[in-house]
């Protein structure tokens, strides 16, 4: 048996023989094929040139197909332009080599938890790169596309097609394109187009394989923008094909930049990669002819798996391994040579991605597990977003203090900002849901389930004095005015900070908070109203005991969860003690968890919530302010000589001494079963004493790097200010913070965090960071 090449992060091996799965072929139902008129594309189910709704596209799965190279040879219809193409060494057996190079990796991709699914072929020359001439989408469709060749076109099979459409639910219709190619046009699928699907991106260098105005067509038809560009190879020919220069992951780009000659071009194919949160992994012309760029991220059974041929990965540089092995799990390279040669492609080409239809209207919270939070530090999953809109119009300086912000906003440049913070989400694997978009699926549902939305936010009183007709979704977050400033409905200026008003919990429940504020009451009011209405959520568990007791104030920026036994609770400027300790009985009662960690910390704005000076960038770590546990007289002498220096300048400002020298941070932790809590007098050497943190980074920089702790406090309440401690852990080690908060990114760099910049300086004025802008639902096990 041929030896392959596994390389994992778990470790590598040889990997057995077996056989593979077969497609078997139905020839009943299925899909009808209509060229039309000259070829034109004919879409059966649907009129509309839109992406269907439903949830946002993902970059990855799980399912692909593979066909048999049975009748595999070297093409002479595709030599005319595939310059990657050569002839076969003497003497082989090139039936017997590319069998075994193909069971390879069809057996190398099946251990790394990938699922295949093979299809005997025709004895076509190319069957064997299924990847051209189809492709399909979890809005339920699938695309045909025209083949430059006539051997190519005879791939073209409905009963594969027929299988895959009864097996993965693809019952929304066919786009067919493949007409086209009588009129001497071609498109070769997801080797002429590389998508980035969940920012609807579409790569493609123009060949005579990629025609741009089909390419429009496509784009036009499935809602994506294409980028187009020009290539040229060493032989100043253009690539046939751009999955040869270029592979898109969930998030990284191997590219090979000296491919694409126009300056221009090359820089907005950067600027579109960089925007979507991409790490850029760049190749020579050398290692993208070893076919270094032809490579595919799919997901496999114990996380992301990187599939390319050996002679790929041989071609890469050590720092170039070590870029690739930090964006994935696992990575399985396997020798084809005799398919790279005389095929002119590589392992991405011989794979077909095979996408389930997903329909949010049917699936329900419990069978697609949305609510799972388990951790702070798990792979993020799942989250929901706000991105702010006309509400913040309504923010002006005589309305700064009821708004709870502390200055005006751009509005357009905070709504790019917030975006592309959701795009960075996005591409790091997580699927990103709006406040807006579950607005609109409930209200779209009918006038009975927009009454009861508008209802349970605003009241009946009002709905029925206002005429449902007269309500949009969109007044829920921006306000009901009838004029500038005239609102009978306020606008919810703090919803983009979504871990607020709700938070999720060990045993896959959600909270309603009981924010300290009133206008902050009614985000939870709106965000309650959603989780009971949208259909998506139709059987998820959710705690509403906190809402309506006027004695509780809490919040999610308070709520940190350690693991499945462990959560803290900031007793803070916004939640108060009864609000810790009645969320820790309904946890005892109802959850996995047994211990409930009180953390109290002075009652100012700049702390208002524990998150704000303290999150865990990953297990056991994280980041907090210096001398905040260990000496918090440092930050009383702080506050004396701040308080002086206002007197000097004639400000009655002054800040409190004794919080921090008679009620320091400190804690306390509920257990359950015990009546009695277990205390620590001081904080941080409580917990690290439960083996709740194991070591502790400092914003501006390791205790002791400045000349006085007093110099280092200061700077840190700095950059604290600008929440340079509220980073947001999207797997563990990785965490986004603002850009600004340089000298805290150099010292979490320095201690092996990855930290992605978020550029955000309108975002700041809300006084709030990344974490206190996401509600994760779901949390791989960290």
Not at 49 to 57: E, M, N, R, T, V
Not at 394 to 415: I, S, Y
Not at 650 to 659: F, K, T, V, Y
Request: net charge negative.
């Amino acid at each position: 048996p041929m030896a392959l090449f596994l390389r994992a992060l778990r470790g590598a091996g040889r990997l057995p023989r077996a056989r593979a799965p077969s497609l078997v072929s139905r020839q009943q139902g299925g899909a009808q094929f209509l060229a039309g008129q000259h070829g034109a594309a004919r879409l059966l189910t649907r009129a509309s040139g839109l992406p269907l709704g439903g949830p946002a596209d993902e970059q990855l799965t799980q399912n692909i197909l593979m066909v048999s190279p049975a009748g595999f040879r070297s093409n002479e219809e595709t030599k005319e332009d595939n310059k990657f193409m050569a002839d076969a060494d003497e003497g082989i057996d090139i039936s017997k080599a590319v069998m075994d190079e193909w069971s390879a990796l069809v057996l190398g991709l099946q251990q790394a938890g990938v699922n295949v699914s093979t299809v005997e072929a025709q004895g076509l020359p190319d069957e064997v790169f299924p990847n051209n001439w189809f492709s399909t989408h979890s809005d339920g469709r699938v695309v045909l596309y025209p083949m430059k060749v006539p051997s190519r076109a005879q791939e073209v099979r409905k009963d594969v097609i027929d299988e895959l459409q009864n097996t993965f639910g693809l019952n929304r219709g066919v786009v067919d394109l493949s007409g086209w190619r009588e009129s001497g046009l071609a498109l070769e699928g997801t080797g002429s187009l590389v998508l980035d699907r969940p920012n609807r991106l579409a790569y493609m260098a123009l060949s005579k394989r990629a025609d741009r105005n089909i390419a429009d067509l496509w784009a036009n038809e499935m809602g994506y923008e294409v980028v187009a560009f020009s290539t040229a190879g060493p032989d100043g020919n253009e690539i046939y094909h751009t999955n040869v220069l270029l592979s898109v992951g969930v998030n990284f780009a191997v590219i090979c930049l000296d491919a694409i000659p126009d300056e221009a071009e090359r820089k907005e194919v950067l600027s579109k990669l960089r925007a979507s949160g991409k790490v850029i992994v760049p190749v020579s012309v050398a290692q993208m002819e070893n076919f270094a760029c032809n490579c595919l991220q799919l997901r496999g059974a114990s996380g992301t798996v990187l599939a390319m041929s050996a002679a790929a990965w041989d071609a890469l540089d050590f720092s170039q391994r070590g870029m690739l092995e930090s964006c994935v799990d696992s990575i399985v390279a396997v020798p084809v040579p005799t398919i790279e040669k005389l095929g002119g492609g590589s392992v991405r080409c011989m794979i077909a991605e095979l996408f389930p239809a997903k329909d949010a209207d049917v699936v329900s919270a419990t069978e697609c597990g949305t609510c799972a939070v388990d951790s702070e530090t798990g792979r993020l999953e799942l989250v929901v977003v706000h991105e702010p809109g006309l509400e913040v119009d309504a923010v002006m300086p005589w309305t700064l203090e009821p708004m709870k912000v502390d200055e005006c906003f751009n509005r357009v440049d905070l709504k790019s900002q917030h975006r592309n913070f959701s795009h960075l989400l996005r591409a790091r694997g997580a699927e990103v849901l709006h406040v807006r978009d579950l607005l609109t699926a409930i209200s779209a549902q009918g006038d009975a389930a927009k009454r009861r939305l508008f209802t349970e936010v605003w009241g009946e009183a009002f709905v029925d004095k206002v005429g449902l007709g007269n309500l949009h979704v969109d007044q829920l977050v921006s306000g009901y005015a009838r004029g500038p400033l005239d609102f009978e409905q306020p606008p919810l200026m703090n919803l983009f900070f979504m871990r607020d008003p709700v938070f999720c919990v060990p045993g896959g429940w959600i909270v309603i908070s009981r924010p300290f504020y009133p206008i902050r009451q009614i985000e939870s009011k709106l965000l309650q109203a959603i989780f009971r209405l949208h259909p998506m959520f139709r059987n998820i568990k959710i705690f509403e005991g906190l809402q309506d007791d006027p004695d509780v104030a809490i919040e999610g920026g308070d709520v940190l969860v350690v693991d499945q036994e462990t959560v803290l609770v900031g007793v803070s400027q916004r939640t108060n003690e009864r609000g810790a300790e009645k969320l820790a009985e309904f946890l005892f009662q109802n959850t996995p968890v047994t211990r409930v960690v009180k953390v109290f910390i002075p009652k100012q704005r700049a702390f208002m919530h524990l998150d704000t000076l303290f999150t865990f960038v990953d297990k056991g770590v994280v980041l907090t302010m210096p001398y905040f546990w260990s000496k918090p007289s440092v930050y009383a002498e702080v506050a004396r000589r701040a308080n002086e220096l206002n007197e000097r300048m004639g400000s009655d400002q002054r800040q409190n001494l004794d919080e921090w020298t008679q009620d320091p941070p400190r804690i306390e932790m509920l257990m359950k079963g015990e009546a009695k809590p277990k205390k620590y007098k001081h904080a941080m050497s409580g917990l690290v004493a439960e083996g709740i943190v194991e070591k502790a980074l400092f914003v501006c920089g390791p205790e002791g790097s400045w000349p006085t702790p007093e110099e280092h406090a200061a700077r840190a309440l700095t950059e604290q200010w600008n929440d340079a401690a509220n980073v947001f852990c999207i797997s563990p080690g990785t965490v986004v913070a603002y850009k600004w908060c340089t000298r805290t990114i150099t010292h979490l760099q320095d201690n092996g965090v990855d930290v992605i910049e978020l550029d955000g300086v309108e975002l700041m004025k809300g006084r709030g960071g990344a974490r206190c802008m996401t509600f994760p639902m779901r949390r791989s096990f960290s």
